[in-house]
C-alpha cells in the first residue's frame, strides 16, 4: 500500500536555520538581537527564556539570558523583519507586547521590563506542582499516570469532592493513552477503565489537594530556581506541525537532516524537512474504526526502513522512506481482540526473520515470524507472580535479537532469550523504579530510565550488573540515551527541562524549554559538534531542537 499527504510550509517568514557542518561558536556570532532582561524586584535576570517569532511563522527561536541579564539571537537565527518577544521565568510577566525590528548587519537593542505575575499557578510545570502539594512519595506518585493526557494544574484546579473523584478517575482510566484534553478516545475494552470505589483511596487524596472545600490551594505554591551558568547555554527551535491534534512522539533523524516522528494523535507518520519547512505526512491505515487513533513507537531496522505500532489497531507497520510504500502486521486473529494496544517493536529481525512487540491491554509479549506471517505469543509476567498489577513497558531487541523488556510497575528488566525462548528478570537498583524506556547500545547494554526515582540505570548484560545514575529530583525521565562524548540526555514530562548528565562527575546541566514541552522521545544528533538534541512536544504539537553551546 502506497499513500502520502504532502503538505508543504513556506519558508519566507520562517527563522533561518545554521547547517551543523558549519557551526560556529555563539560568542563569536554577529548579534541580530540582543538586550536585557529586567525587573524592579531583581534588577537584571538570569535565566530568563526570550522567545523571538514572525507573525505567521511556523517557526520560533529561544535563547536564555546570562549572569548579567543579557540575552543575544545571532545573525544566523534571525531573517530580517518583526519579531514578537515573550519571556519565560516563573513569578514573572511581561510588562506589555514587545516587538523587535531585525535589520540586516544592525544589531537591534530591545530591552525587557518583567513584572511580578498574578497568577503563579498558571506558570507551574507539573513537578512544581509536585513539590507544592502535601502528601506522602506513594501518594503524589500516583498522580505520574496523570501527566501523559493532561497537566496537574488541572487536577489541582477542579472542584471535585472524593465521591465524585470516584466516578471521574475511571473515566480518566477509560480513555486511551493517546488522549488529550481536545481529543478524548475511550478504549474498546471498557474493563480497563476499573471500578468506582476501586480508586477511593486515591479519591480521598485528591480531595485534600484540589480546590474541593476552600477558595485557595491550602499551601505554598513552590518554584524551580531559574537556570543559571551552563543552564543558559543553548538555543532551542521550535516547529509547529499541522494540527493542534498532532503529537509528535517518537523523533528520528536520517542522514540527509529530515526528522521523522509518529503522531501519538492521529494516524500519521511525519518528515519534516528544518531546511526547507517541508512536511510531509504519510496516512496511516485504521483497522479498527471505533478504536483510539494514534502511533506510538518509531525506529529504522538494519535496511533503513521504519518501523512503527498502531497501538489500539492492533498492528505494526514498516514504511519504506525511498519509495512511500507501507507494509501491515496485523496480530493473529485469535490475539487481537478488544484489549490489544500494541507498544513498540523489537527490531533486529536480520538475524532470524522476526519482529517483536507487546500489548498493554493483556501484558503478553508476541512475535512474528516476517515469512510465514505465524506470530507466537509469550506470558513472562507470569514469573512476576509477587506484583500486582504487572506492566511491560518498553520492549527493545539486542544484536541477537534477544528481547529486553522494562517492567514499569515497581521496576525490573526482563530478558526473552530468542533461540531458548527462556525468561529472566532482574530486580533495578532502586525499589519501585517504574522502569520505562529502554536504549541498547553496541556491546547490548542497557539503558533504562526509571520514572519513579529520577535516575536512570545502565545493565550490563555480560556481567549482569547495573550502574545507576542520578537525575534532578523531580525529573521523572521518560527516556535518557548517551550521546558520543558519553554524556547522558534524558526527557521527561514534568519540568519542562532537557537534562544533560555527566557520568564522570555526577554533574547535570538542564535547558529550560520555552513553553510546556510534554517530552517523550530522544534523539541525539552525535553528527553535530557540540551534539544537537531533538524531542517532541507532545501537548503542545511542535517538534523541538536543542542546541548546547558547549
Known sequence: ?????????????????????????????????????????????????????????????????????RYSFPDNRLDPGEYTLSIRAVGYDISSLTKAMVEPETTTTTDIKLIKTRNLASQLTNAEWMMSIPGTEEQKAMLLNCVGCHTVERIMRSTHDSDEW????????GYGAVSQPIKPQPMLDRARAGTPEQYRKMADYLATINLSSVDHWPYELKTLPRPKGRDTRAIVTEYDMVRPTTEPHDILVDK???????????????????????????????????????????????????????????????????????????????????????????????????????????????????????????????????????????VKADSRNNLWMAEYTEGHLGKIDAKTKEVTWYDMPTAHARARRLEIDDQDRVLVAEYRTSKAALFDSKTKTFTEYILPEYTFPYRADFDKNGEIWASTMSTDRVVRLDPKTGGTVQYLMPSDTNMRTVFVDNSTTPVTFWVGSNHDHRIVKVEPLD
Open 256 to 394: 540527509e537532516g529530515n526528522v521523522w516522528y509518529s503522531d501519538f494523535g492521529e494516524m500519521f507518520i511525519g518528515k519534516f524537512n528544518p531546511k526547507s519547512l517541508k512536511l510531509t505526512e504519510y496516512p496511516i491505515r485504521k483497522f479498527k474504526d471505533k478504536a483510539p487513533t494514534g502511533l506510538l513507537s518509531l525506529d529504522f531496522d538494519h535496511a533503513g526502513k521504519i518501523w512503527f505500532d498502531t497501538m489500539y489497531q492492533g498492528s505494526l507497520g514498516s514504511l519504506d522512506p525511498k519509495t512511500g510504500e507501507i507494509s501491515y502486521y496485523p496480530l493473529a486473529p485469535e490475539f487481537n481482540d478488544d484489549r490489544v494496544q500494541l507498544n513498540f517493536t523489537g527490531l533486529h529481525h536480520e538475524v532470524d526473520g522476526k519482529v517483536w512487540t507487546k500489548s498493554v491491554g493483556t501484558q503478553d509479549i508476541y512475535r512474528v515470524d516476517l515469512a510465514t506471517n505465524t506470530w507466537e505469543r509469550f506470558r513472562p509476567t507470569d514469573l512476576l507472580p509477587d506484583v500486582k498489577n504487572v506492566s511491560i513497558y518498553e
Open 1 to 69: 500500500m502506497r499513500s502520502k499527504l504532502i503538505l508543504s510550509l513556506t519558508a519566507s517568514a520562517a527563522v533561518m536555520l545554521l547547517d551543523p557542518t558549519i557551526q560556529k561558536v555563539w560568542a563569536q556570532d554577529h548579534a541580530v538581537l540582543s538586550g536585557t532582561v529586567s525587573s524592579d524586584a531583581e534588577g537584571h535576570m538570569e535565566g530568563v527564556v526570550v522567545t523571538a517569532r514572525k507573525p505567521s511563522s511556523i517557526t520560533q527561536v529561544s535563547v536564555t539570558t546570562d549572569a548579567q541579564g
Open 166 to 173: 470516584t466516578q471521574v478517575i475511571p473515566r480518566m482510566m
